[in-house]
């Protein structure tokens, strides 16, 4: 038996579903109830059933691309804060290789990089690293945070959502997995990205939102309202 529909949102302790279903993320069960462990969105998937978080900080997984800023130089590493409850290191070996030079000739406390992690050990110790195509040091613009499981909606299908709020705004967006975004264009427009990015942390939610935020765009840039034929896509990321 099931209490409720995909996409609800739920509370902590609110009974989901018992006896057939299965548990996910963001849920426990109590003898055959399963019930929400976070404030969140229903999302069920044949017989199993979890919660999305609403509200959420990073925990780092191998492999993503995240956006850091440096908050302490050691002997031989650099501190980043990830928006995570565990710090990044990213070592001088993983920059400069066997070369030894000073830490602080290259990045210094406050630069904002983009990396990718590395690895993650047992007690969740972030190693971070440079190596790949387009990570390094950002230059100027402005750094916008939001919960990491909005992340997916932000980017949009294929890339869709974001590279609508590219065009119309003209700015360079770069978005880490770990819900920080960096945003570089003229002032005018990357006050009006930022806008819109927020909206769609707050509604991420909601259906209609594509459309929504073309009309908001054409908007704030002063554009002609565009027409679209399409439908907007209601499924939201696991």
Known sequence: MIFVKDKDIVIPGDILAENEYH???GTFK???????SVVGLIAIRNKKISVIPLQSKYIP?????????ITDIRFSMWNLD????????????????????ELN?????????????VD???VKKVKLGLKGRGLGKFRDGILISITPTKVPRLIGKKGSMINMIKDHTKCEIVVGQNGVVWVKGEPAMERIAEKVIKTIEKEA??????????DMLSELCGEEKEETPEKENKELPE
């Open 23 to 25: 548990t996910g993320r």
């Open 105 to 117: 000739s290259v990045f210094n406390v406050g630069d904002v990089l983009f990396l990718r992690v």
């Open 61 to 69: 997984k191998k492999g993503d691309v995240v956006i850091g800023e």
């Open 205 to 214: 939610h909601t259906s209609g939102l594509t459309d929504r935020v073309r």
């Open 30 to 36: 109590e003898e055959n109830k399963i019930c929400s």
């Open 120 to 122: 993650v050990d047992e």
């Open 82 to 101: 990830i928006n995570s409850p565990y710090s990044g290191i990213l070592p001088a070996s993983e920059v400069f290789g066997k070369e030894k030079r």
